[in-house]
Every structure is written in structure tokens, then in C-alpha cells.
């Protein structure tokens, strides 16, 4: 009888160390796989949970595809791919990787990617995940440069250096499921000391209220 436990504990043991040899571990405890299957895709789901982004580049060295995963159940499957991109890729450049963000402010994350690169600007192609597709899709109302993703006031700010001394700060906010622009402050500086700016402001009839200041100091 102990003859046979044993063998029996000895069988299992193999088994779970065989187990454990094929998946990772990430930083939440949770097992994946260490390659993506390309023939599995994630069965439709309401709420994503944890993604993960590779790009598929040409010859050239542009991005042309981008291939979701998803590990919420444990094991890396395919979510999905986007496919005829035309982005670009430089290496070394921190910006060049897919972040998952929220840019919508629905609790749900969505994805963006620079789609071109400045001296001064970076801008990005973003992709909003949509609860009735359960999928990423493309949005153009947003021309992100540099954003900065406020979640506690539900706002994104867009800032673009038009020169040495001018630079345009975009306010983007969601109103009843749409975007809008809130703010527009067109900032020419005089000195590094001081500048002038053009505000425009949204009102609620949809029109925007004009001020502009002189010799604003910096530090205001």
C-alpha cells in the first residue's frame, strides 16, 4: 500500500513540474505561456483584463501590423491584430512601444502608438476599445502630440511646439460619449520670462470664448 502512494506522489510531482516548465510567471502571479498560439483567439469578452502588444514590421523597418494578446485566463491567446499599418519604428526610442491606456475614461483600456515622429512633437494613432465590437478600434477625434492623460479631471492635454517660442496646449474632454475640445491656450513666448496666450474656451452653446493676455509671467 505505502508502495503504491509513493509511486503515485512520484507521478504527480513529475506532472506538476512538467506543467510548470511550459508557462512563466508575471509580476502578478499569474502563469502565461511563453509563446503567443497563433492559431488560438480569445473568445468574445466584456471586460479585457490584461494586454499585450507585438509589432510586426517590414523589411524597411515600419510597423505594419500590430498583434494583441490577452492573459487574463491565464495563458497568453490572440485577441487581435491590426493589420496595413504604415507607422513608424525607431529603435532605442522609448516612444516606439504600444501603450494601454485609458483615453476615454470608461474603465476599459485602449491603445495608442506614435504614427509620426518630430524634432519636437510626437504624435499618435490611437485605438479605442469598443464594448460592442469587443475590440480596438481606430479614433481620429483626438490629434494627440505629447498627451498627458488627467484621470481625476477625465481630461487629456495635447502640446504642440509650433516653434522655438510657440507652443499650443489642447484640452480634449468627453461629453456624452463624445470628444471635445475644451481648451485652446496658443502660447508665444516673449522671453523665457514671459509670453502672450490666446484662450479659447468652450461655452455651452458649442461656441468658444476668446481671451487673450500680454506679458504673462512664467510663473503664473
Same mark, same amino acid.
Given at each position: 500500500m505505502k508502495l503504491l502512494l509513493l509511486s503515485t506522489l512520484?507521478? =504527480?510531482?513529475? =506532472?506538476?513540474?512538467?506543467?510548470?516548465? !511550459?508557462?512563466s510567471t508575471?509580476?502578478?502571479?499569474d502563469k502565461t505561456q511563453d509563446t503567443i498560439p497563433e492559431e488560438q483567439t480569445l473568445p468574445a469578452q466584456e471586460?479585457?483584463? !490584461? =494586454?499585450?502588444?507585438?509589432?510586426?514590421? +517590414? @523589411? *524597411?523597418?515600419?510597423?505594419?501590423?500590430? &498583434?494583441?494578446?490577452?492573459?487574463?485566463?491565464?495563458?497568453?491567446?490572440?485577441?487581435?491584430?491590426i493589420e496595413g499599418l504604415d507607422l513608424p519604428f525607431e529603435e532605442g526610442n522609448p516612444a516606439c512601444?504600444?501603450?494601454f491606456v485609458d483615453l476615454n475614461f470608461d474603465g476599459l483600456v485602449d491603445m495608442k502608438y506614435p504614427k509620426a515622429i518630430g524634432n519636437a512633437n510626437i504624435y499618435y494613432a490611437y485605438w479605442l476599445y469598443d464594448k460592442e465590437q469587443l475590440q480596438f478600434v481606430e479614433n481620429t477625434d483626438m490629434e494627440l502630440s505629447l498627451p498627458t492623460i488627467d484621470t481625476e479631471n477625465k481630461v487629456i492635454i +495635447?502640446?504642440?511646439?509650433? !516653434?522655438?517660442? *510657440?507652443?499650443?496646449?489642447?484640452?480634449?474632454?468627453y461629453v456624452d460619449g463624445?470628444?471635445?475640445? !475644451?481648451?485652446?491656450? @496658443?502660447k508665444t513666448y516673449l522671453d523665457e520670462n514671459t509670453y502672450n496666450v490666446k484662450i479659447q474656451e468652450l461655452q455651452e452653446d458649442g461656441s468658444y470664448?476668446?481671451?487673450? &493676455?500680454?506679458g504673462v509671467a512664467v510663473t503664473e
Open positions: 512520484s507521478l =504527480f510531482l513529475l =506532472f506538476t513540474m512538467a506543467c510548470n516548465e !511550459s508557462t508575471n509580476e502578478n502571479g471586460v479585457p483584463f !490584461s =494586454f499585450e502588444a507585438l509589432l510586426g514590421k +517590414s @523589411d *524597411e523597418g515600419q510597423v505594419i501590423a500590430i &498583434k494583441i494578446s490577452e492573459n487574463s485566463s491565464g495563458e497568453v491567446q490572440l485577441f487581435q491584430e512601444v504600444v501603450e +495635447s502640446q504642440e511646439r509650433g !516653434s522655438a517660442a *510657440e507652443y499650443t496646449i489642447t484640452y480634449y474632454e463624445k470628444v471635445v475640445k !475644451s481648451k485652446i491656450e @496658443d470664448k476668446v481671451t487673450t &493676455k500680454e
